[in-house]
């Protein structure tokens, strides 16, 4: 049971603090987690800690390949309408 940090990561380092296992560290090109310490915040949260943070839509997946923020969570654009706005875009 461990989450991982994938490449849409920007390196904000709002993740590696909030860590209640140390599991987190600076890395390149992005933050990883150290999946024999992370516990999922099990125990210690009610919610993985670093996906509480992040700022960034599926930077954070868990091992099923889900993401913790999936695309939609934090903007509340559904992707579909995301999508069709930037179609509009590239369509000018």
Known sequence: MAL???ES?????ACEPLCPSRAIHAAIP?????ADRCS???GDFAEAQC???C???GAIIDELGCPL????SLTGIAPERWA??????AAR
């Open 69 to 72: 923020n999936p695309p939609g």
């Open 51 to 53: 996906a509480s943070i």
């Open 4 to 6: 991982e940090i994938i």
């Open 40 to 42: 999922e915040c099990v």
């Open 84 to 89: 069709a706005a930037q179609a509009e875009i």
């Open 9 to 13: 990561c920007v390196n904000c380092c």
């Open 55 to 57: 700022p960034i839509e």
């Open 30 to 34: 992005h933050f990883l987690i150290d």
